[in-house]
């Protein structure tokens, strides 16, 4: 899935229920060629190219100011699994 795709439902995501959205990768090895760490990495990569873009097109709509993008950007790569997790 592409990170365009993801910011679409990521962005529906972090406007109903942005405390419940928490950051994750689907590392795991797909083949001899591309292993544990280069598929996680695409994965890393690619959500926080997600989340970059589901937050650019809520500020660019004027849904959200630059200080909540940021906030929710904590709340989903941190805080959210803080909260949970309690640590």
Not at 40 to 57: D, E, K, P, V, Y
Not at 70 to 83: D, I, K, S, Y
Request: proline share 5%; glycine share 10%.
């Amino acid at each position: 899935m592409t990170p365009r795709t993801q910011a679409l439902w990521l962005r529906e995501w972090l406007e109903i229920v942005p405390e419940k959205v928490l950051f994750g990768t689907d590392g795991y090895p797909y083949s001899d060629e591309l292993g544990w760490p280069e598929a996680t990495w695409i994965a890393n990569r690619n959500a926080r190219q997600a989340l970059g873009i589901a937050l650019t097109g809520m500020f660019g709509d004027g849904e959200i100011s630059r200080s909540r993008a940021g906030e929710l950007a904590r709340m989903v790569l941190r805080a959210n699994a803080q909260a949970l997790y309690r640590f």
